[in-house]
T-cell receptor, first 113, second 111 residues
């Protein structure tokens, strides 16, 4: 049951360039989307979220874009820094109470100095 | 900055033994969760807890699992009789609204 999919298991980007991580979902009841960053042996760290009523949310170097009709979202990191090297998870939830997060499989981002 | 803490960081147990994983959520949060991640797989929801009761649980969260908030600060996950397939990273999370904040995890190894 892959309601949230991240089709790229890995991505390498040069330092200073833009990193674009993609996520697709199938459940049209999802109304909030979140991105988490995870280092080995640590818990996921919340990065940025977006409500389904918006198509863009920006926070510093991180911007999330949502295309509801395509059921697709992306995380842009610009400029990419070596400390951004980590696994990035897309997660989604519905709006019935305080709901569980459904995670994607993650994309390992490597920033090349 | 407030953070979720978990103990122990690593627990090794024999099959059939009981384990208790402990979490201290962020103090003003009201919603608590347990997730797990088996090596190489995605993070999976186990259970959510609000107002001293379970609000939702997944198929994974069977009768061998239980959660408790024994006092005003701790949130525990108990596995009564561990199986080999329970070996995973277990993450506690808490939230006040939408964003969930995760602890560093407990690595459970069942031998």
């Amino acid at each position: 049951d892959q309601q949230v999919k991240q089709n790229s298991p890995s991505l390498s980007v040069q330092e200073g360039r833009i990193s674009i991580l993609n996520c697709d979902y199938t459940n049209s009841m999802f109304d909030y989307f979140l991105w988490y960053k995870k280092y080995p042996a640590e818990g996921p760290t919340f990065l940025i979220s977006i409500s389904s009523i918006k198509d863009k949310n920006e926070d510093g170097r991180f911007t999330v874009f949502l295309n509801k009709s395509a059921k697709h979202l992306s995380l842009h990191i610009v400029p990419s820094q070596p400390g951004d090297s980590a696994v990035y998870f897309c997660a989604a939830r519905t709006n019935f109470g305080n709901e569980k997060l459904t995670f994607g499989t993650g994309t390992r981002l490597t920033i090349i100095p | 900055e407030p953070e979720v803490t978990q103990t122990p960081s690593h627990q090794v147990t024999q099959m059939g033994q009981e384990v208790i994983l402990r979490c201290v959520p962020i103090s003003n949060h009201l919603y608590f969760y347990w997730y797990r991640q088996i090596l190489g797989q995605k993070v999976e929801f186990l259970v959510s807890f609000y107002n001293n009761e379970i609000s939702e649980k997944s198929e994974i969260f069977d009768d061998q699992f239980s959660v408790e908030r024994p006092d005003g600060s701790n949130f525990t996950l108990k596995i009564r009789s561990t199986k080999l397939e329970d070996s995973a990273m277990y993450f506690c999370a808490s939230s006040a609204n939408i964003e969930q904040y995760f602890g560093p995890g407990t690595r459970l190894t069942v031998t």
